[in-house]
Nanobody, 113 residues
Framework: QVQVVESGGGFVQAGGSLRLSCAAS????????MGWYRQAPGNERELVAT?????RTNYADFVKGRFTISRANAEVYLQMNSLTPEDTAVYYC?????????WGQGTQVTVSS
């Protein structure tokens, strides 16, 4: 059974940093794109950043210059700097594995002002 699990969320003051990690486990024979999404209360889930298997990245405008997505094997990371209260949300990892899309359970990020 393939699954992905996020870690690294937490509570931070405005201007601080957090690093999210997402690891896949199980029998994996193909790894394609990976990404991070977030959902704040009352809002729809939105794309934060994606990275392809050959390392091409794409960022939402609201995180450009502050967040960096990276990957290594079956793990994907999100380095988040200069956090603001507007970044408060549940952050979800998505990985395209074995031609299917897998979501993690989410990790809460809370930024205080």
């Amino acid at each position: 059974q393939v699954q992905v699990v996020e870690s690294g969320g937490g509570f931070v003051q405005a201007g601080g940093s957090l690093r999210l990690s997402c690891a896949a486990s199980g029998i994996i024979f193909r790894i394609d794109s990976m990404g991070w999404y977030r959902q704040a209360p009352g809002n729809e889930r939105e794309l934060v950043a994606t990275i392809t298997s050959d390392g091409r990245t794409n960022y939402a405008d609201f995180v450009k210059g502050r967040f960096t997505i990276s990957r290594a094997n079956a793990e994907v990371y999100l380095q988040m700097n200069s956090l603001t209260p507007e970044d408060t949300a549940v952050y979800y990892c998505n990985q395209d594995l074995n031609t299917r899309s897998y979501w993690g359970q989410g990790t809460q990020v809370t930024v205080s002002s």
